[in-house]
C-alpha cells in the first residue's frame, strides 16, 4: 500500500476497448504497489462505447478518444506510455492494462524509462497482475467461473426473466438505437442502478457468474464480438 515515504506517483494506463475496470479492480490493483495511482487515463474510441466515456470520466479517469480505425486504442496508448516521462515527472510505476499482447513493447519502452511496470490482462471472469517482466507471481482477482451450459429448472425462471427485463431496460435507456450496447456497458450501467455487480447477482440468484455465458444462454438477448467488443442484441420475437 502506498506510504508518505512514497513520494513518488503511479499512473494507470487502461485500453477501455480491450478492457474494463471497476472501482474495485482498481483498489485491487492499488493494493499490489507501493505508489499512489494518481492519475488513470483511458484510451478508446467513444462513440462507440455507450457512456463508458461518462463513467470512467466520474471515477476520476482523463479521456482519449482515438479514431475508430482498427488497433488504434493500442497505438495512441503505447505512444503515449513511450512518452510518459515528459508528462509525469514523479512517475515511479505504470500500470498497463489490456490483454493484447502488443502491450509487450509498451512495457519495454516503460522500463526504459527506469519504471516499474504492472501488467493486467483479463482472463475470462479474471483479472491478473504480474510486474514486468519475468516476475512469476500472479496477483488474481475474481473467481473463475465455469462455462458449461446449465439447463434453466422452473425455480429459476422468475430470477431469470427479472434480470432479463432489466438489462433489456438498460438498452433501451442507454443503448445504441435501443437494440444494442457493449457487454462491458451494459454491465457497468447495471452495476450504477443496482449498486450490485452483474456477476454477484448472478451468484445470488443461482444464474451461475458469467455475465457473458448469460445472455449466451438467453432466448432474448444476443452476444457476438465486434472489433474487439462484445456487443449484446436485442433479439426480434
Known amino acids: 500500500m502506498p506510504t508518505s515515504r512514497n513520494k513518488g506517483i503511479a499512473i494507470l494506463l487502461l485500453d477501455a476497448e480491450n478492457l474494463q475496470l471497476t472501482a474495485d479492480m482498481e483498489a485491487f490493483l492499488q493494493s499490489r504497489c507501493s505508489y499512489q495511482i494518481t492519475y488513470k487515463i483511458a484510451f478508446a474510441n467513444w462513440r462507440v462505447l455507450g457512456n463508458a466515456d461518462q463513467l470512467l470520466y466520474e471515477r476520476g479517469y482523463d479521456l482519449i478518444q ?53 501488467r493486467v490482462v483479463r482472463q475470462d471472469t479474471q483479472i491478473k497482475i504480474s510486474k514486468y517482466p519475468g516476475d512469476n507471481h500472479v496477483a488474481v482477482f475474481g473467481k473463475k467461473t465455469a462455462t458449461t451450459t446449465v439447463a434453466a429448472t422452473q425455480s429459476d425462471e422468475p430470477n431469470r426473466a427479472a ?69 449484446v442484441t436485442l433479439l426480434e420475437m
Not at 451494459?186 to 455465458?213: M, S, V, W
Open 163 to 231: 434480470l432479463e427485463q432489466q438489462l433489456i431496460d438498460i438498452i433501451h435507456d442507454v443503448g445504441t438505437d435501443k437494440k444494442s450496447i457493449a457487454l462491458s456497458i451494459l454491465g457497468q450501467e447495471y452495476l450504477k442502478r443496482n449498486n450490485e455487480p452483474i456477476t454477484k447477482a448472478l451468484t445470488r440468484l443461482k444464474l451461475g457468474g458469467d455475465f457473458k455465458q448469460f445472455i449466451t444462454n438467453s432466448k432474448l438477448l444476443a452476444v457476438q464480438k465486434v472489433n474487439k467488443v462484445f456487443k
Open 66 to 118: 482515438v479514431p475508430g480505425a482498427k488497433d488504434a486504442a493500442d497505438g495512441k496508448m503505447i505512444a503515449f506510455g513511450c512518452q510518459l516521462r515528459e508528462f509525469y515527472r514523479k512517475a515511479k510505476a505504470v500500470f498497463v492494462c489490456s490483454s493484447d499482447t502488443v502491450m509487450v513493447s509498451l512495457c519495454n519502452c516503460l522500463l526504459q524509462q527506469e519504471l516499474e511496470v504492472y
